[in-house]
């Protein structure tokens, strides 16, 4: 049965709803996107909150570890069931040849890996890394500072690859604060030019992008700007409104369309 968007339209597609619930839905329908841009739940968030004031070296406010009920699992098992579900469902939605590019726990990702290359039959096209000028200090003092995300780059079989070289040479890393959008609308929100570097390259003009996990939006004003489409799953209200405020607010920047 088709599922009502929360928001629509000629660009963008926005579904309130678990995204194991849609694209099940999306696939019947016959959806078939050209790229995957997601930065799932993967239980990095904790129920715990660092007091500053107790003996950590930097001053300010309290530090709660805790995102939200959508990065809570039960365990392993929880975990890697939830995970592997999404990622099948997905699979159903990407046409041959496609890109499915994914942030993940820097502890699991090649577990991910592994199973969409040996399982699934995709290529790896290596790891594209955020680089934080600003990292979160370490208040406890016991380890160095995580200053470092890594997005995963996976084709699916069967069909010709999209990688538009046109667009010039490029490291495999951004050096970007994690303020550089400004506000934050989201614990784990990624910065746009990050989003729109991996749309740009790895996706044509006119494409169809999907984010299972869209957050406050950020994949889909990428490709907005970029002149994509994009259909964005998420199940909070809240971040449902804010993306749908972001991508109106969208502007096409540059045409990254090409070889």
């Known amino acids: 049965m088709p599922i009502t968007p929360f928001y629509k339209d000629d660009v963008v597609t926005v579904y309130q709803n678990d995204c194991l619930t849609v694209m099940p839905s999306l696939a019947e329908s016959g959806t078939a996107a050209d790229m995957i841009i997601t930065d799932p739940p993967y239980g990095i968030s904790k129920n715990t909150v660092i007091k500053r004031s107790e003996g950590t070296k ?17 365990g392993e098992e929880d975990f890697w069931s939830f995970t592997l579900a999404w990622i099948r469902a997905a699979d159903k939605l990407l046409r041959p040849g496609g890109m499915f590019c994914s942030f993940f726990d820097r502890d699991k990702i090649n577990f991910l890996s592994a199973f969409l290359q040996k399982s699934l039959g995709y290529k790896q096209k290596g790891y594209f890394l955020w680089i934080k ?9 016991v380890k160095f500072m995580n200053a470092w995300e890594a997005c995963s780059m996976w084709q699916k079989p069967g069909g010709p690859l999209t990688f538009n070289w046109r667009l010039g040479q490029h490291s495999d890393y951004l050096v970007l604060p994690t303020n550089a959008d400004g506000k934050r609308l989201h614990p784990t929100q990624k910065p746009l030019r990050l989003a729109e570097t991996l749309v740009a390259y790895w996706s044509r003009h006119g494409d169809l992008i999907l984010d299972p996990f869209l957050g406050s939006g950020t994949t889909a004003l990428a490709a907005k700007r970029l002149g994509r489409k994009c259909i964005g799953i998420e199940q909070d209200e809240k971040y449902c409104r804010t993306a749908v405020e972001r991508c ?9 369309g090409g070889g």
């Open 58 to 74: 930097f001053s300010g406010g309290d530090i709660s570890l805790y995102f939200g009920p959508w990065d809570d699992f039960a």
């Open 133 to 141: 000028p600003n990292p979160v200090p370490q208040v406890r003092k």
């Open 248 to 256: 109106r607010q969208g502007f096409l920047q540059f045409d990254a």
